[in-house]
């Protein structure tokens, strides 16, 4: 038996929902923490294509949009996520929302135009998983800079090649590779089922 397209997405916001709203989302790795809630966002990129992956993309924007303003809006970066959080005379704006929603959203159409690159096959899935995963990391951190570059303490003052460098070091390497682990042997098992 065959399942449906639609109860395959419902399954993956399912998860996504529980990835966003528990620790299962970051994962401790020695000094840092690799978020994973973006591999649903993968998975269903390379499994639906562009579509549903913006989608469900979308749907991990307002996840993230529904944490950051509801349940953790006094952790003193959830400003950067919500333009109703404030934080040490930090106050979220409407950048908070391009933060919050617009690399999520991309998550869902980057992986599936690097792995249709490569005809789908499994080099195409693992890079497009991998480019999937960076491409959070870098407009997420891309963005932080621009909207709130001068006014944050951890990066006013420092250029956006060296704050980009050291995130995708510290954050983004670890991210990728997890993502190029587990989204092509899920997306390739979806496709089937």
């Given amino acids: 038996m065959k399942l449906s397209i ?3 997405v419902c399954l993956i916001i399912a998860i996504l929902a529980i990835f966003c709203f528990t620790p299962l989302g970051s994962i401790p790795i020695g000094p840092i923490v690799a978020t994973t809630a973006m591999i649903p966002v993968v998975i ?10 913006m989608i469900v993309g979308f749907t991990f924007g307002l996840f993230s ?10 952790f003193p970066t959830a400003f950067l996520f919500t333009p109703f959080a404030e934080s040490a005379g930090y106050k979220g704006n409407l950048g908070s929302l391009v933060i919050c929603f617009l690399p999520r959203i991309l ?3 980057t992986p599936i135009l690097v792995s249709d690159l490569f005809s789908k096959s499994i080099l195409g899935d693992i890079l497009g998983s991998i480019v999937g995963s960076l491409t959070n990391t870098i407009l997420v951190i891309t ?3 621009i909207f709130f570059g001068n006014e944050n303490p951890v990066i006013a003052g420092k250029g956006l090649l060296a704050v980009l460098s050291a995130t995708v070091v510290a954050n983004g ?10 989204c092509p042997a899920v997306a390739r098992v979806l496709r089937k089922i």
């Fill in 44 to 53: 269903s990129s390379l499994t639906f294509g562009k579509t549903i992956g």
């Fill in 6 to 8: 639609t109860l395959k």
């Fill in 173 to 182: 390497i670890p991210e990728a590779i997890i993502c190029a682990i587990v």
């Fill in 107 to 109: 998550i869902g159409l």
């Fill in 143 to 145: 963005f932080i800079f």
């Fill in 65 to 74: 949009f529904i944490y950051w303003t509801f349940i953790l809006p006094a």
